[in-house]
């Protein structure tokens, strides 16, 4: 069944203001159909308020302010599992491509720490989110967070496609596909059932790995539920795990100090 998602005027106008992307297919209404799954509005940004998932928050990229400034603020540094699968508890001048950007959550924290980070998401409304939360990031106050926004780019499309034509900068290739749905016993936060949802399942994760292992990075790195199959039944070089989630490391070539201008 196909996601339905209406636009409220307010959106289009906001989204037309501020030079964010938005698909041309999708219904502008004031008030929404008893069909549609979801609308785009503006609350305090872009923002897609689930309309059938009982009384949720809408969905958006908060760069600003939330857990991910509080992540920055006080979260883990180099020792994090994704920092360390990526290789920056040893070398901070690092490019990273995630070909699966989402809501910028993993990127923001490689940026944080040091990484150039170029984001890839090919959903467009997702991407309409992201675009929007870097708007917003980069016409902040706050110096700081300008500056981790500044090591951090957005391109719509897949990684195989865009790179088809122009080499690859990156050194470390990140894959985060949506995970299958869970079982109750694991089921997904609150906050994020609206993102499944919407985008549903990645099930074509192991071609983006085929791709990455062939693209010349240095290394790949592979974010799965803790006790899910290797991507392509392919064994990595080492994993890391934590409670949920594990990272699974292909590490192809000695990574070195990379500019991060992007
Ligand atoms: C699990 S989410 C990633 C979450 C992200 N790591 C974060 O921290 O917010 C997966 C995202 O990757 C996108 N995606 C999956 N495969 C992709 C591909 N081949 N190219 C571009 N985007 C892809 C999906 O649309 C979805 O938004």
């Known amino acids: 069944m196909a996601v339905k998602v209406a636009l409220h005027p307010v959106a289009q106008a ?49 760069f600003v302010a939330g857990a991910l400034a509080h992540r920055r603020l006080y979260g883990g540094g180099v020792q994090q ?19 699966t950007a989402g809501l910028g959550r993993d990127a923001f924290v490689l940026a944080f720490l040091g990484a ?15 675009q929007d939360g870097i708007y917003r990031a980069t016409h902040s106050e706050d110096a700081d967070l300008q500056r981790i926004l500044s090591r951090m780019q957005l391109q719509f499309g897949s990684a195989p496609e865009l790179y088809r034509t122009k080499p690859l900068v990156a050194q470390v290739v990140y894959i985060d596909p949506m995970f299958p749905p869970r079982t109750k016993a694991a089921k997904v936060k609150v906050d994020m059932q609206s993102f499944h949802a919407l985008v549903g399942a990645d099930d ?22 803790r006790l899910a199959p290797c ?23 000695k990574l070195t100090a990379q500019s991060t201008a992007v």
């Open 204 to 225: 074509d994760g192991s071609a983006l790995l085929a791709w990455a292992l062939a693209s010349g990075a240095s290394r790949v790195v592979v974010k799965r539920p």
């Open 116 to 130: 150039a980070v170029t984001m890839v998401e090919r959903h467009p409304v997702v991407h309409a989110l992201l």
């Open 231 to 253: 991507l392509l039944d392919q064994e990595p070089s080492h994993q890391l795990s934590g409670k949920a989630n594990r990272f699974d490391v292909y590490a192809l070539r």
């Open 81 to 99: 599992d994704v920092a360390k699968a990526c290789g920056l508890h040893q070398l901070r001048e690092l490019h990273i491509l995630d070909t």
């Open 14 to 62: 906001y989204a037309d203001s501020h030079a964010i992307d938005l698909p041309d297919d999708l219904p502008l209404r004031s008030q929404p159909h008893a069909e549609d799954h979801f609308q785009l509005v503006v609350a305090d940004g872009l923002a897609l308020q689930p309309l059938q998932l009982g009384k949720v928050n809408p969905l958006k990229v908060d």
